[in-house]
C-alpha cells in the first residue's frame, strides 16, 4: 500500500478547507506537549534531516493538484514538527511554482532560533507558530521540549523571525484550565506578543483528546476574559463551520483512516473534510469501532472518532 503523505482537505478552525502535507514520520517532534491530540511523541529530537524525500512528497501535491483540489491552503504540518524536515525550504518554492493556493506552516517555533529554519519559510504566505508559555517553568511543564531547546532561545528565535519574515504570522497561544489561563498569565503572555508583533493572536484549547488528562478546556467565559487582555489582534479560535456541499467518492474508508491518523474528529469534522455525507460516513466508521480500528471518545459532550492507540 502506497504511503500517503497528502491528506484531505481537511476542515480548520484556522485555515478554512486545508490540504494537509506530512513532512515527517509519526510523532517526530522537538517538542511532547501535554496537549497534542496525536499522544505522546515517539522521537523527540532537533536532528534536521530528509524525514521524508521532498520528491515524494511532491508526485502526490501534483497529482492532488492535477485532479483539481479545491483547498484555501496547502498546510505544511502534519503527524509531527515539520521544520525538522531539512527540506522543507525547497518544499515551498516548488509547491509555489505550480499552484496560486497559498502555503501555510504550522510549527511549533522551538526551531526559529536556528536561522536556517527562519531562511527556510521566507516563501510562505503564511506561518502560524505556537507561543504556549511565557518563562521556562511553563515551557517544561507543557511543551515537553527537547533537552536543548530553552524558552529563552525558542522565544528569541521567534522575535528573530517577524524581523526578517515578510509574510503573514498568526500565533497560536494554547491555554489549559489550571495551568496558564488565568488573566494574570494573559498579562505575561501579553509582554512576549508584544515584541513577536504577529499580524494575528489565535486563542486555543484542548477541545479534543489530549496527550495527558490533566490538558484541560478553558471556559468559553475564561477565553473570552483571556482574550479581551492580549487587545485587538486576538481572537479565539471558532468551531469550524463547512460548506454541506458533499459528494460521492471513491477510497473513503482509505482517505477516513488517513484523516483520523493526522488528529480526532467529529462525525461532522469528516462529513466536511472528505466532502462525504454524514449518513455515508457512520458506514464506515461503525464498522471501523465495531473491528476495534478505530475508537470513540467522548470529550463532554462531544464524540471523536480516533485510531486505537499505539503500544
Not at 483540489?69 to 505544511?76: E, K, Q, S
Not at 507543557?142 to 530553552?150: K, L
Not at 486555543?204 to 495527558?212: G, I, K, L, M, Q
Request: aromatic letters at 8%.
Amino acid at each position: 500500500m502506497t504511503e500517503h503523505f497528502i491528506y484531505g482537505p481537511v476542515p480548520s478552525r484556522r485555515l478554512g478547507h486545508s490540504l494537509g502535507v506530512d513532512l515527517v514520520p509519526y510523532k517526530v517532534c522537538s517538542y511532547d506537549c501535554i496537549y497534542c491530540q496525536l499522544g505522546r511523541t515517539k522521537a523527540k529530537t532537533i536532528e534536521r534531516k530528509p524525514y521524508i524525500p521532498v520528491g515524494s512528497i511532491l508526485d502526490q501535491v501534483y497529482q492532488k493538484l492535477k485532479e483539481g483540489v479545491c483547498a484555501d491552503y496547502i498546510t505544511l504540518a502534519g503527524s509531527g514538527e515539520p521544520t525538522l524536515n531539512s527540506e522543507i525550504g525547497t518544499l515551498i518554492h516548488e509547491i509555489k511554482k505550480h499552484t496560486e493556493i497559498p502555503v501555510a506552516v504550522l510549527t511549533n517555533g522551538s526551531l526559529l532560533g536556528n536561522s536556517q529554519v527562519r531562511e527556510s519559510m521566507m516563501e510562505a504566505d503564511v506561518v502560524l507558530p505556537s507561543l504556549d508559555a511565557y518563562d521556562q517553568q511553563g515551557f517544561e511543564a507543557i511543551n515537553r521540549p527537547h533537552p536543548e531547546i530553552s524558552f529563552e532561545t525558542m522565544v528569541h528565535g521567534l522575535v528573530a523571525f517577524r524581523k526578517e519574515y515578510p509574510g503573514q504570522i498568526w500565533l497560536e497561544v494554547f491555554i489549559l484550565d489550571g495551568i496558564n489561563a488565568t488573566e494574570a498569565d494573559a498579562i505575561q503572555f501579553r509582554d512576549w506578543i508584544a515584541r513577536i508583533n504577529p499580524q494575528k493572536i489565535h486563542i486555543n484549547t484542548a477541545v479534543r483528546p489530549s496527550a495527558e488528562a490533566h490538558a484541560r478546556q478553558v471556559s468559553s467565559e475564561g477565553m473570552a476574559r483571556f482574550c479581551k487582555i492580549l487587545g485587538k489582534e486576538a481572537e479565539v479560535i471558532a468551531p469550524f463551520r463547512g460548506s454541506e456541499k458533499h459528494e460521492r467518492r471513491a477510497n473513503v474508508e482509505e482517505d477516513l483512516l488517513s484523516l483520523l491518523a493526522r488528529r480526532p474528529c467529529t462525525l461532522d469534522d469528516i462529513s466536511s473534510g472528505l466532502t462525504v455525507h454524514k449518513n455515508e460516513v457512520l458506514k464506515y466508521l461503525e464498522p471501523l469501532v465495531r473491528n476495534h480500528t478505530i475508537d470513540m471518545v467522548k470529550k463532554g459532550s462531544v464524540v471523536y472518532y480516533q485510531p486505537k492507540k499505539r503500544q
